[in-house]
């Protein structure tokens, strides 16, 4: 023990001196500035003295502690009693690590840390077994044969030994820290406090203040020095808001009774509020345009959170606001489906949520499709259009449409030349595109261009999490934390936007085995077999995209057929354990639970909470 005390007063005197080496340097340089009269020194002169090495070490030296507990936990079966505390030390240096090595190589670092479930490889057809942090958590809590538990522990330390060499040819600069520590930030509410970084033995809260200890240990040993002379107040506002939110966790450790809400709201978001001022009066790096968030945005929660123009098509990037007024004319327009009785409003009405409140819409025909409508408010944010997620971006699937023999029935390299009956077109084409165009190609990137700019982002729920109101009810907070807790909603449907497109690269939309039955009563199990049909692979029957939650309120009946007409319906269903718990034969149901045993009451907070996040303020019609 004193030897462990000793180590500890050592790392806290060392890192006291060199927080005052750089404080003072960066003082006497300041001074200098102030002084010199004929060279004076740009700002960004000083700025370049800032030396990030210590805070590459740290996360270098987590990621190598976190090898070597793969290798104790290599000597222990998965049953022994020291296996449960050796896993989560494991847990926490790779925390302290995941910003910088996930950052570098983002497929690796989520694959280490991403769900336990089998992986279709579609470049070779093969089914990759589950391994990583979370695979080794279900073997070590849940029991698993050690020949299998031995080859996860052997595949996760090659990840990571992988990963520990590729961190040391790559220092840490700038842009490097400051977008690695905001994609850390989010995967504090998205990953950490709602149980998918750790969905059996529920070590992510816990986790979450370790993280945020980890953001306070680099700041300190990078830029803290210069923020703290350029702007104390800050510095110490900044310190203050992390002590007080790693203060409430530990107070408040319990996964089920954790309140998120007043944690988000009270807590997370003065962080994520100071960190965007820390990086401005830094001067170290502006931010940049092309990613997926905006980084000055001061929390997760605003309507300019997320960049938009990331997740249109590169062909489509950047669109004029004539193109998006382009294409919100042709949406209405039934001259583009060939017998002109379909528009894009036809199943996407604005007064419905953007869906049409059918089970299933209609075809060409009068006869009914498939599938039911979904909502187009925020349908941008995807990487998997269509209830089965064969196609991958937005352009695709309105391509689909337009070719679909049972919708537009149109081709999609013919130039609907019916809708120029209104000579307005004429004007409005040569406007956007400098001539009326000779495929329907233009037209579907225009309406692509207007449905990316139905987003909604001002619920009462966003008010409220920004603190710009203060009209949540007990039941919607208690609805909140059973989405984000025990109700395990938001291990699929990620915070803040609610659907599946996986925080914080988003560059894959997951999709689930649920089991829906075929009508509301619970009998049989539909038919349809969703995303097997794209690759005929047994893994995928049943598997369909995770919906937004968003507007949820407003774009019943649910489920991709349409089987509930409530929401209360669909808590139900979940709350039974999916389709395993109505007694279907599911092989391959991913939810990460059998049944969740939420109380009537649970269930009406659950449903309270989801009617808040209606956002109608973006109807035009």
Not at 158 to 164: D, E, F, K, R, S
Not at 192 to 198: A, L, M, P
Request: glycine share 6%; with cysteine.
């Amino acid at each position: 023990m004193y030897g462990d005390l000793q180590e500890h007063l050592e790392v806290f005197v060392f890192k006291k001196i060199m927080f005052l080496m750089l404080k003072y340097t960066c003082a006497i340089l300041v001074f200098c500035l102030f002084i010199s009269c004929k060279q004076e020194p740009k700002e960004k002169e000083i700025i370049e003295t800032v030396d990030f090495t210590m805070a590459h070490d740290y996360y270098l030296q987590n990621v190598t502690r976190a090898v070597k507990e793969i290798d104790s936990l290599m000597s222990f079966k998965p049953n022994d009693t020291a296996s449960k505390s050796l896993f989560k030390n494991l847990r926490l240096s790779f925390k302290k690590a995941e910003p910088y090595i996930s950052y570098l190589k983002p497929n690796v670092g989520h694959r280490i840390n991403g769900p336990a479930l089998p992986i279709y490889a579609e470049d070779t057809g093969k089914i990759l077994l589950p391994y990583g942090l979370q695979k080794i958590e279900e073997s070590i809590f849940e029991g698993e044969e050690e020949k299998f538990y031995k080859e996860e522990l052997r595949i996760t330390k090659g990840l990571l030994a992988n990963l520990q060499k590729y961190m040391q040819k790559r220092p840490l600069n700038p842009q490097r820290f400051f977008m690695a520590t905001h994609e850390q930030l989010l995967r504090i509410v998205s990953h950490g406090i709602s149980g998918f970084d750790t969905p059996v033995s529920h070590y992510g809260i816990n986790e979450s203040a370790v993280s945020l200890q980890s953001l306070k240990e680099v700041y300190t040993l990078s830029i803290q020095a210069i923020i703290y002379n350029k702007n104390s107040k800050l510095d110490a506002d900044f310190i203050k808001a992390i002590d007080n939110a790693v203060a409430y966790i530990n107070d408040n450790p319990d996964f089920d009774s954790f309140d998120r809400y007043t944690f988000i709201r009270d807590y997370f978001n003065p962080i994520t509020r100071n960190w965007v001022q820390i990086r401005i009066e830094s001067g170290l790096w502006d931010g940049v345009d092309n990613k997926v968030f905006n980084y000055d945005a001061p929390t997760f929660f605003e309507s300019n959170t997320f960049n938009t123009n990331y997740f249109l098509p590169v062909v489509n990037k950047n669109p004029s606001e004539k193109q998006i007024a382009l294409g919100e004319k042709l949406f209405t327009d039934k001259n583009l489906s060939f017998n002109k009785g379909m528009a894009c409003v036809t199943c996407h009405d604005p007064n419905k949520g953007y869906a049409d409140g059918l089970k299933t819409n209609l075809d060409n025909n009068g006869k009914p499709l498939d599938r039911n409508s979904p909502t187009l408010i925020n349908a941008i944010y995807q990487k998997a259009f269509f209830w089965d997620g064969r196609s991958s971006t937005l352009d695709d699937q309105i391509s689909a449409v337009f070719s679909n023999d049972k919708e537009f029935d149109s081709n999609v390299h013919k130039f609907s030349t019916e809708i120029l009956k209104d000579s307005s077109y004429i004007e409005i084409f040569e406007e956007v595109y400098g001539r009326v165009p000779t495929k329907n190609v233009e037209i579907i990137r225009a309406i692509s261009a207007y449905v990316a700019t139905l987003n909604g982002f001002n619920s009462k729920f966003d008010k409220n999490i920004r603190a710009e109101e203060d009209t949540y009810t007990q039941e919607e907070k208690e609805g909140l934390n059973l989405f984000m807790g025990k109700a395990l909603c938001a291990t699929c449907h990620f915070m803040p936007l609610t659907n599946g497109t996986v925080p914080p690269f988003f560059n894959d939309s997951e999709k689930e085995v649920i089991g829906v039955p075929k009508t509301l009563k619970n009998k049989e199990l539909d038919s349809d077999s969703g995303f097997y049909s794209v690759y005929k692979e047994p893994l995928h029957k049943g598997m369909f995209k995770t919906p937004t939650v968003r507007n949820v309120e407003l774009t019943g009946p649910y489920m991709h057929n349409g089987a509930y007409n409530t929401l209360e319906q669909v808590v139900d269903f979940y709350n039974k354990g999916g389709g395993a718990g109505l007694g279907f034969d599911l092989e391959h149901q991913t939810l990460p639970f059998d049944e969740l045993s939420l109380t009537e009451k649970e269930q009406k907070a659950l449903v309270a909470f989801m009617k808040t996040l209606s956002d109608t303020s973006i109807v035009s019609y």
